[in-house]
């Protein structure tokens, strides 16, 4: 059985929604843009919150396996116990994907 999201995820939900139902486009368009270009900042922020969360619940005694399986999706499925640890360092899926080709190129000659 899945968890119920936290109110902070809903009502997260909820501002999205309420972005789309503003009836004059202009306007819409314009409150759109302007969380866009909020977003990478917001993302960053939410990284971090995650990132230092993951490192105390580390310093809890929780393994990384039991910490991977907290961070759910919306489809109900937590990250491997790796993931988890990369989380705890910074360390992005994008970060690892350069890091992944850069050793692929290297290797190559």
């Not at 992005?92 to 080709?101: L, P, V």
């Amino acid at each position: 059985m899945m968890e119920a999201e936290p109110e902070e995820v809903r009502r997260l939900d909820e501002a999205i929604r309420a972005l789309a139902s503003i009836e004059d486009d202009e306007a819409c368009a314009k409150a759109v843009s302007l969380v866009l270009s909020k977003w990478p900042d917001h993302h960053e922020e939410l990284r971090k919150i995650r990132q230092e969360r993951v490192s105390r619940l580390r310093e809890r005694s929780l393994t990384w396996g039991a910490i991977g399986a907290l961070l759910k999706d919306k489809f109900g499925k937590g990250v491997t116990g790796a993931r988890a640890q990369q989380i705890a360092t910074g360390l992005s899926g994008a970060q690892r994907k350069k890091n992944e080709a850069k050793r692929k190129k290297d290797a190559e000659g």
